[in-house]
């Protein structure tokens, strides 16, 4: 590629690159990288939630309000969707469309994918035609063999198959488009398109900026490609694109303003997290080896490294200089090869803010963050196989995208099955505590409380203090019937973490299950002061309260929740126990029928309504609601004694 800034025609606004047009070829190019896309990837369609899927989609609330400005307001604890409203978004069209059904959120990842697969052809296709390139692989041949290296590379599987790294996906699209609406506002003649293509430019960067905070790299990188490819150096690409420019920067105010309301996203991000600076860069320089190392040979895959931390040079010292050499090298051909730096510095600046001096403590290594990187390193290795004749050059890139392909199948089948996947991960990694308890919520989840318990302990023995593990631990520990080791270990987790709302809900269920009342009421609070819109807590708040006599404040609490949350069954049935103990049985029929309607399955519930009915001389009524609870539950024997009270009493006359 030679070195020499680009020629004058592409210097302006007013000059187009000879781009060929897109004709049947191009069409054709375009179907089989989705179709490649489509086909490597199918069978991850029924692949389970997994890791961080829990907090953002599984219990994050946000994506239960509907189609509304909740949706943009992810909660702290969200994890990858926390101060990513536009990630969030997607989540919660998922939610309202089917539900916890994966099916549709994998089906939107691979759409995502496969539409920044198109993109970075897009862009690269354009890209390359600003080049010549000689003999050997023409440019649409290069930037097709790339885009289709990189779509069915196994290193990308964790980035599509785990859904909340759509976070990922989008970040990259908006990032690709962003380059391709520059390039096209930049070689388009006329004003208004051109217009359009700034604009365009300007909206993909800012949601990109709602997508993931490694878009902040993203105008300098435009302007970086702008003096590459376009104007021939930066003082052209600002005067020429003054306007666009401006734009871009201003995108940097909505980051900014996501980061400050989101402030370490909930202990997870920044300094003073007990990771120095230092020692993150660091590990920075074990992580990107092995991510380069996993470009080129993508085995083993790991999903969660843990959290491991170098402290000294002499620990990561051929890294350190190996990422030094390869940056010496960008550096280098930014001045002497402009468009082979582009493309190193586009690998630094997609990963610099993950991997450089702000600490992500509890992932200090994660395969995810290659998504978009990856590009930069499949682009310079086809660029490589241009020194082999054509006819071997693409042989050589059929035969890698089959080997690729067929890794990408296997590894979608390992997501396919949690328990396999764990499980051969903590094979690679056996000393990392925290897939000790991820496989341990598995077991959880499936009800397999003795393997759960022997994977909680395993976690605590690698990291005593693991609050988390021991909250875990405790519940399957209540499984077992084994509720005084379990207040053990919740009383441990409160003590590690003593504001974390589930663990004082957990803590605090445990503690009314065996009659302490008035510490759970304390801990109930706990969750609350956390997390106030928790409306469960709010639920087992006014129950415990009720349990205890305090009738007035237990129907303040219901009331609460239901303020909340109207549509849980559970704070009204319970709010029209509170008032029918209170005398108010009228009142208590309301909430009776409206529980009654939620939870229609519910034998206690309708043997409550039948409660109220009869208290109010609604005895036929009261008759046929017991009768429901007794096909639901035929052994109740409440209903069955207060069905037969009921026959002896004088039915009211309509």
């Known amino acids: 590629m030679p070195s020499s800034a680009p ?5 302006g606004a007013s000059s187009a690159p000879d781009v060929p047009r897109r004709g049947l070829a191009g069409w054709l ?3 089989a990288l989705v179709a490649a896309v489509a086909l490597v990837y199918l069978n991850c369609l029924h692949a389970p939630f997994i890791f961080d899927d829990f907090p953002a989609i599984v219990r994050n609330e946000s994506l239960r309000g509907g189609l509304s400005w909740d949706m943009l307001r992810p909660p702290p604890e969200a994890a990858g969707a926390t101060a990513r409203p536009v990630v969030n978004a997607t989540l919660a069209l998922n939610y309202n469309m089917g539900g916890l059904a994966v099916e549709g959120y994998h089906l939107v990842n691979m759409v995502l994918h496969a539409l920044t697969t198109l993109t970075l052809w897009g862009v690269l296709r354009r890209s390359l035609q600003t080049r010549s390139l000689g003999a050997g692989l023409s440019a649409e041949t290069v930037a097709f063999a790339v885009s289709a290296l990189w779509a069915v ?6 980035s599509v198959v785990c859904v909340v790294q759509r976070n990922e996906e989008l970040v990259a699209l908006f990032y690709l488009l962003m380059l391709y609406c520059l390039i096209r506002s930049a070689t388009t003649a006329n004003r208004w398109p051109r217009t359009v293509w700034t604009v365009t430019a300007v909206a993909a960067c800012a949601l990109g900026m709602g997508s993931k905070e490694v878009m902040v790299t993203a105008p ?3 302007l970086l490609y702008d003096r590459t490819f376009l104007a021939g150096n930066f003082r052209g690409a600002l005067r020429t694109r003054r306007t666009l420019y401006a734009g871009l920067a201003l995108t940097w105010g909505l980051l900014a303003w996501l980061v400050l309301n989101n402030a370490q996203r909930a202990g997870t991000v920044g300094f003073g997290l007990g990771v120095s600076s230092w ?8 992580a990107l080896t092995i991510y380069l190392k996993l470009a080129v040979w993508p085995h083993p895959l790991v999903v969660d490294y843990g959290a491991p931390v170098a402290h000294h040079f002499n620990e990561v010292w051929w890294q350190g200089l190996t990422i030094l050499a390869l940056l010496g090298v960008t550096l280098w051909a930014l001045v002497r090869r402009p468009a082979i730096g582009f493309v190193g510095a586009c690998f630094f600046l997609l990963l610099a803010p993950s991997s450089s001096i702000v600490p992500l403590t509890t992932q200090t290594i994660a395969e995810h963050r290659m998504y978009l990187p990856l590009a930069a390193v499949v682009l310079l290795a086809v660029l490589c196989l241009r020194a082999l004749p054509v006819r071997v050059a693409g042989a050589v890139c059929l035969g890698l995208g089959v080997v690729l392909a067929n890794g990408t199948v296997h590894r979608n089948a390992v997501f396919q099955n949690e328990e396999r996947l764990w499980t051969e991960t903590l094979a690679i990694q056996p000393g990392n505590a925290r897939l000790h308890a991820t496989l341990g919520g598995y077991y959880l989840r499936h009800q397999r409380w003795t393997e759960a318990a022997d994977a909680y302990r395993a976690a605590l023995d690698l990291q005593p203090a693991y609050a988390d593990a021991h909250s875990d631990l405790a519940s399957a520990l209540l499984h077992l019937n084994r509720p005084q080791q379990a207040l053990v270990h919740y009383a441990a987790a409160h003590q590690l973490k003593p504001t974390d709302p589930d663990i004082a809900y957990n803590f605090a269920n445990a503690l009314a299950g065996v009659g302490r009342g008035t510490e759970a009421i304390e801990l109930y609070r706990t969750a609350l002061h956390s997390r106030p819109m928790f409306t469960a807590a709010q639920n087992n708040l006014g129950d415990a309260l009720m349990q205890m006599g305090r009738l007035p404040e237990a129907i303040a609490t219901f009331n609460a929740a239901l303020k909340h949350d109207p549509a849980q069954p559970g704070p009204q049935n319970n709010l029209g126990l509170a008032l029918l103990r209170s005398g108010r049985a009228q ?6 029928a409206a529980a009654v ?4 399955d519910s034998a206690s519930v309708h043997h409550n309504y039948a409660l109220a009915l009869a208290a109010t001389g609604k005895i036929t009524a009261a008759i046929a609601e017991e009768d429901a609870a007794l096909r639901l539950a035929p052994d109740y024997a409440a209903a069955q004694a207060h069905r037969a009270q009921l026959l002896f009493k004088p039915i009211e006359r309509r």
């Open 597 to 600: 309607q939620l939870r229609p």
């Open 587 to 592: 009142e208590a029929l309301a909430h009776f």
């Open 220 to 222: 300098l990188a435009a």
């Open 7 to 11: 020629s004058p025609r592409f210097a």
């Open 29 to 31: 190019a375009g179907a």
């Open 279 to 286: 020692d993150y860069l660091l590990t920075q320089c074990r």
């Open 153 to 158: 590379h196994p290193l990308l599987t964790e």
